[in-house]
């Protein structure tokens, strides 16, 4: 397939789409912030008691927080923290993922039993508990949140690529490659991944979200790095400080809203994704809407006996 192809049948779903808007949108906000910001957070101020969580206004189109900032700008220049930690812990969880689960489905037996195993004992254990224990014990920084987060997020796309390539590898010309003396990683590089490569296209998109909200998280916790201004930072500012006392809705809901944002696009991509790797999922969605129908049909207009 194709770029132009791609793109073709990319456009026809709606939620691509939409989502793939939605993402350019908080990408561009991200990247041009210094032009797309009013102010700069790290610029030092000179705030009275009048500035503290002042109401939406022309000058503060999205009011202030309890340091008197801008807190439009704080959004736009959080974006970057959440979207430098989603995409490359995303990463990490999909090459530790495709990895494990690409040599577990084709080697079988031993190895796969092995790396199985350690994937099993991963899912049992609650990831959000020991990333918060990891961070806790570690230095709060960017980069250890990117690593825990990549690092503990790889067992779901594990388990899915295994399936895929339990699939693929019996196939009947990977028999054939076998058969004329092909090596492992020959088939693993030519006929395998190729396969393999857009559910973990697709695993990537939905991963970046999950990333991102697990950052989110840790951030609102108070377990994000102090010096670097993200989303969930500027909700645990907001509900420690007093915001919801002082009536300060738009400390809330500004930094809620980019997170639901970003993760909303990630997954409608990750749909549109789906629906244009996998043609059987189209097919699928079409003759079950079609059954829905028919049944429909058959309940409000009944059909004739037949004698």
Not at 18 to 33: E, H, K, R, T, Y
Not at 160 to 186: D, P, Y
Request: charged share 15%; net charge positive.
């Amino acid at each position: 397939m194709t770029l132009r192809n791609f793109w073709d049948n990319f456009r026809r779903s709606r939620m691509g789409v939409v989502g793939l808007v939605m993402l350019i949108v908080v990408v561009g906000a991200a990247v041009f912030a210094p032009w797309l910001a009013p102010y700069d957070p790290q610029a030092p101020l000179r705030v009275t008691i009048d500035d503290i969580y002042a109401p939406p206004t022309a000058a503060h189109w999205f009011g202030t927080d309890d340091a008197g900032r801008d807190v439009f700008s704080n959004f736009i220049y959080g974006s970057r923290v959440s979207l430098i930690v989603g995409f490359f812990a995303s990463f990490i969880s999909i090459a530790i993922g495709g990895t494990v689960g690409i040599v577990a489905g084709f080697y079988g037996g031993r190895v796969e039993n092995f790396l199985m195993r350690i994937t099993d004992i991963m899912l049992v254990i609650p990831d959000l508990p020991l990333m918060v224990v990891l961070v806790a014990l570690t230095k709060p920084s960017l980069t250890n949140i990117i690593l825990v987060i990549g690092l503990l997020g790889w067992t779901g796309s594990a388990r899915l690529v295994r399936a895929q390539t339990l699939a693929v590898k019996e196939r009947k010309f990977v028999v054939r490659a076998r058969a004329i003396g092909a090596g492992n990683l020959h088939i693993i590089r030519h006929h395998i991944l190729p396969l393999v490569m857009p559910i973990i296209v697709v695993n990537t998109v939905l991963v970046i979200s999950l990333a991102i909200l697990n950052e989110s998280t840790l951030s609102f916790l108070g377990l994000s790095d102090p010096t670097s201004l993200s989303w969930g930072q500027m909700l645990n500012y907001a509900f420690t400080r007093g915001a919801m006392s002082a009536g300060a809705w738009w400390a809330l809901v500004v930094p809620g809203f980019g997170i639901v944002w970003a993760v909303l696009a990630c997954t409608l991509i990750g749909q549109g994704l789906e629906q244009v790797l996998n043609p059987r999922l189209e097919a699928h969605h079409l003759s079950v809407g079609k059954q829905m129908v028919a049944r429909i049909v058959g309940s409000v207009v009944p059909l004739p006996k037949r004698d």
